[in-house]
Nanobody, 115 residues
Framework: QVQLVESGGGLVQAGGSLRLSCDIS????????MGWYRQPPGKQRELVATLTPRGETYYADSVKGRFTISNNRAKAMLYLQMNNLRPEDTAVYYCNNNFPSRDYWGQGTQVTVSS
């Protein structure tokens, strides 16, 4: 069983920065990837960024050059550094761990970017 707890969301002005954290507990030995998703108001959940155990990263086009995904294996933490935030980045952000058998999700953290 894996549990994910996000933190770090909040209200920020456009152009500002936030760092989201995801505290990971449980056995992640067979993990395929870990990542961040977001769900803007009234829209479907979408992929933001992923990171594999080998260090490969993927970013949605909308966040390339502004967001950085990283992890700290010793602390079992996943991070999302978000710079130059835009109002369209407003969403609930979810931490994800992808395994062969299933996905695990956190409860989400709200990010609101004011113009």
């Amino acid at each position: 069983q894996v549990q994910l707890v996000e933190s770090g969301g909040g209200l920020v002005q456009a152009g500002g920065s936030l760092r989201l954290s995801c505290d990971i507990s449980g056995n992640i030995f067979r993990i395929i990837s870990m990542g961040w998703y977001r769900q803007p108001p009234g829209k479907q959940r979408e992929l933001v960024a992923t990171l594999t155990p080998r260090g490969e990263t993927y970013y949605a086009d909308s966040v390339k050059g502004r967001f950085t995904i990283s992890n700290n294996r010793a602390k079992a933490m996943l991070y999302l550094q978000m710079n130059n935030l835009r109002p369209e980045d407003t969403a609930v952000y979810y931490c994800n761990n992808n395994f062969p058998s299933r996905d695990y999700w956190g409860q989400g953290t709200q990010v609101t970017v004011s113009s």
